[in-house]
């Protein structure tokens, strides 16, 4: 009990959370998550619309679930309900430009799994526990996932990633998804198992942080210009409140305080503080604010963030930026960029890129500073197909004499996301130079969101092709190597020629294809003159070379072994330089001696699912890759003539590849061959890029700037 005369102890305020300025309500259930109190939900589901905060507040999270980065923080002046116990961090797998597929490998990586499988992997997630790993996991940035936007990748996150995770009782899942996603992941889940907070709806509501996060932004403490309403703390706190009520709590509220600060502390001439027509209640409305006050039509400022809110990946090139924008407007806006810098400051970002083999004008990229802003401004668009197609255009005009290996990286690797949202990517689908110089897990996201009755028999080749690609990361002359090979396959050889024309470094031309299922073994040999039975009738007798393969009784044109044993394997003889049929005695065919295939210029050696050849030097360790042709099924048999044709037979046929030189300037292709691995039953575990171990994000240092 307290004297008369002395005054009431007063209850300490807690302080803000030093990132996220705010969020109370949102932390103490994310709290009560991370510490599994009785009757806290197991999956919680993080929602809302973008700019409304849920990637910054997961960030701020994260801050307190990771035992290092807590030691930073003064975590006593914060609210005890907001901070979760200190334990070990969970696992943080970035969706961000990852397939359904490729989140799942970051998964089985991070916690050591033995799955070969996807299908594996939820139950062995589902036992670590009885080994005393809690399984925690944090999955934000859904509503970026796909290497390609417009393929549909969100929605197959959430169904097959988070949806399985969610289903297995073990785990605690935390998952921030778009909200036309979050009742179907709470679908199916007993009462109380899942909880939806979704910030734009009141409950969640934070109209002080809201304020708080404006008042920071106009702080000259925190790098804001001194100007009358910023440096005068009532004028400040008021000029806050006014924007902040303009934004209200809900859609993009934190985006839109953010970009409306921004854009007044930009250009603070004739803004009035007192005039409440000038501030925003959206992300649109800013866009069109600030170009007015810039005495510019907002249509200009739209035209200009049009080509970045349509863009693929990262970013574009900034010497794509006016044609682009150009082609967008349908009219020349070279003179609008020109003196647009500072209209569209508020919304821009660069990002500067460093390292070998990056061209110059591919250094510097420009993006927009929010998701948010690309949806505002593809909003304002009246067709985005009919942008999208224009863009294609300018693209292709792009490419040097339609040389795609000349191409630029962007140009060569998003040309495909582009066409897909203009619906024009099957018409694109034909060329094989993009095939082989397009980095192939964007470009298979892009082929595989087309329905398959539109796709021609070259995209299907390369639809067919594309997990091999992806697996093994192989460079361009292999990737094109391969489809080569595949276009000869599938009885397409004029495109697999149009590969052998514009890649001449290629390490081997493949001489014909045969499908012969059940070929258990080949080998190379050579069939007498007299005996040769042969169309390709050569100018002197010479012993014929042939390729001999075991295959089962009853396949065309192959003699069988044993004639009275229908279960015995019968020979197929073919010429091993067309691939026809020959009718010949097995018994009188002479196969390689062993000096003769040791003192061949070339050998090999065979896996599962790959074959190395390589060259032989002076002394025994000199040898020298050649190149290594891989398989997406495993080899049953592997032979290589002492001329340099490669036979190789899988479970569906057999095929003839005549090894090439090494090109004189195709070193580094040579040494670029990606070391192949054993046969995996879904060849997906290692696209390019090859994403990290699964961890915390790395979050921005605590600060009192708590932007959207």
């Given amino acids: 009990m307290t004297s008369p005369t002395q005054a009431p102890e007063q209850t300490k305020a807690h302080e803000p959370h030093p990132y996220i300025g705010g969020r109370n309500a949102a932390l103490r259930a994310l709290t009560g998550w991370r510490m599994g109190r009785p009757g806290a939900p197991r999956v919680v589901i993080l929602t809302g ?8 507040l997961l960030t701020g999270f994260l801050m307190l679930c990771d035992p290092e980065y807590r030691k930073g923080l003064e975590l006593d002046a914060l609210d005890p309900a907001t901070v979760p116990p200190d334990l070990p961090a969970p696992a943080v797998p970035s969706v961000v430009g990852l397939t359904a597929a490729q989140t799942l490998w970051l998964l089985a990586d991070h916690y050591e799994l033995s799955a070969t499988r996807t299908a594996d992997i939820f139950p062995e997630l589902g036992r670590l526990p009885s080994s005393g790993r809690p399984v925690t996991i944090v999955v934000p940035d859904v509503d970026r996932a796909g290497p390609v936007r417009g393929t549909g990748e969100p929605a197959h996150v959430v169904r097959d990633v988070l949806k399985p995770l969610a289903a297995v009782e073990s785990i605690r899942l935390l998952a921030d998804v778009p909200r036309e996603f979050a009742v179907e992941l709470a679908e199916g889940l007993p009462p109380g198992v899942a909880q939806i907070i979704d910030l734009d709806a009141p409950e969640w509501a934070d109209s002080e942080g809201l304020v708080l996060q404006a008042e920071a932004l106009l702080d000259p403490q925190f790098g804001a210009p001194e100007l009358p309403f910023t440096t005068e703390p009532d004028a400040r706190r008021a000029l806050a409140e006014m924007i902040a009520r303009h934004a209200g709590d809900g859609a993009g509220s934190r985006l839109t305080v953010h970009l409306a600060v921004q854009s007044i502390l930009m250009h603070p001439e004739g803004f009035d503080p007192a005039d409440a027509s000038q501030l925003p209640g959206s ?47 349908e009219r020349d806006m070279s003179e609008a960029m020109a003196r647009g810098m500072m209209l569209v400051a508020p919304f821009i970002r660069r990002v500067e890129r460093a390292g070998e ?61 582009h066409t897909l949202e203009a619906g024009l990517l099957p018409r694109l689908l034909t060329d094989p130079g993009l095939f082989a110089h397009a980095e192939p897990v964007r470009l298979r996201a892009a082929v595989e969101a087309v329905p398959p009755e539109q796709l021609d028999a070259p995209a299907r080749t390369y639809l067919r092709t594309a997990p091999l690609l992806t697996r093994t990361q192989a460079p361009a002359i292999l990737r094109a190597a391969l489809l080569e090979t595949a276009f000869v396959e599938d009885g397409l050889a004029e495109y ?37 039975a042969s169309d390709s009738a050569a100018p002197e007798p ?28 019968a020979v197929l003889v073919q010429d091993l330089a067309t691939g026809s049929v020959i009718d010949a005695d097995p018994t009188q065919i002479l196969r390689p001696s062993d000096d003769e295939r040791a003192t061949g210029p070339l050998g090999f050696s065979r896996g599962a699912d790959y074959v190395r050849v390589w060259r032989r030097g002076e002394q025994k360790g000199d040898e020298e890759i050649v190149t290594a042709l891989i398989s997406a099924t ?19 046929g057999v095929k003839a590849l005549q090894i090439r030189p090494a090109q004189p300037d195709a070193t580094t292709a040579r040494r670029s061959v990606p070391d192949p691995r054993a046969a995996e039953p879904e060849p997906v575990q290692a696209p390019e890029p090859k994403p990290e171990a699964a961890q915390a994000p790395q979050a921005p240092g605590p600060d009192a700037h708590p932007a959207a």
């Fill in 634 to 652: 495993p080899f049953t048999g592997t032979d290589l003539s002492p001329d340099g044709i490669l036979l190789v037979a899988t479970e569906s």
């Fill in 542 to 569: 010479a012993p014929l070379a042939v390729a001999v393969s075991t295959v089962p009784q009853g396949t065309p044109g192959s003699s069988p072994l044993k004639a009275d044993d229908p279960k015995a394997p």
């Fill in 496 to 532: 697999a020629a149009v590969l052998r024309r514009i890649v001449p470094e290629l390490p081997w031309h493949t001489l014909w294809s045969v499908p012969v299922p059940g070929v258990d073994a080949v080998t190379v040999g050579k069939l007498p003159p007299s005996t040769a």
């Fill in 357 to 417: 083999g990056i061209p110059e004008d591919e250094r510097t990229l420009l993006g927009l500073q929010h998701p948010g802003i690309g949806e505002a401004v593809r909003a304002g668009i009246p067709d985005v197909p009919g942008a999208q197609a224009r863009i294609a255009m300018e693209l292709l005009e792009a490419v040097p004499h339609q040389d795609w290996a000349k191409a630029g990286a962007y140009v060569r690797d998003h040309i495909a996301g």
């Fill in 283 to 329: 992300v649109g409305e800013v866009l069109d604010l600030h170009a007015q006050r810039l005495d510019t039509h907002p249509r200009t400022l739209r035209q200009i963030l049009a080509p970045l809110a349509l863009a693929q990946g990262d970013g574009l090139p900034v010497h794509l930026l006016t044609p682009l924008a150009s082609a967008v407007a």
């Fill in 49 to 56: 619309s973008p700019g409304t905060g849920c990637s910054r």
